[in-house]
Nanobody, 125 residues
Framework: VQLQASGGGLVQAGGSLRLSCSASGYTFSRLALSWFRRAPGEEREFVAAIHRNGGTHYADNMKGRFTISRDNAKKSVYLQMNSLKPEDTAAYFC????????????????????WGQGTQVTVSS
């Protein structure tokens, strides 16, 4: 699977951004998709994931602010980020893996086999 992330940028605290990630080279509807992020000097961090069955899961500190969604027709996954904080500043990566409908939604980085190149989000205070 080839993944291309976009939509990052500079935003003031309290603002919003919508990240997009388009996929190619695989049957998109079979994929579990996720977003991770990495701040400078920090470990990669799980943000949100969406199952091929539409189920979602969020990191605790993103619940209520971030929304992950997918459009199988457009072969894309999105991350709507609201009420952004300076601590949300990071490079955001989309990831994908094939899964079956009944499998648990993967949330660990080592469970994903395909990664996009990352898009930078910077939140100013």
């Amino acid at each position: 699977v080839q993944l291309q992330a976009s939509g990052g940028g500079l935003v003031q605290a309290g603002g919003s951004l919508r990240l997009s990630c388009s996929a190619s080279g695989y049957t998109f509807s079979r994929l579990a998709l996720s977003w991770f992020r990495r701040a400078p000097g920090e470990e990669r961090e799980f943000v949100a994931a969406i199952h091929r069955n539409g189920g979602t899961h969020y990191a605790d500190n993103m619940k209520g602010r971030f929304t992950i969604s997918r459009d199988n027709a457009k072969k894309s996954v999105y991350l709507q980020m609201n009420s952004l904080k300076p601590e949300d500043t990071a490079a955001y990566f989309c990831a994908a893996r094939d899964t079956i409908l009944t499998a648990p939604l993967p949330t660990g980085a080592n469970q994903y086999s395909s990664w996009g190149q990352g898009t930078q989000v910077t939140v100013s205070s």
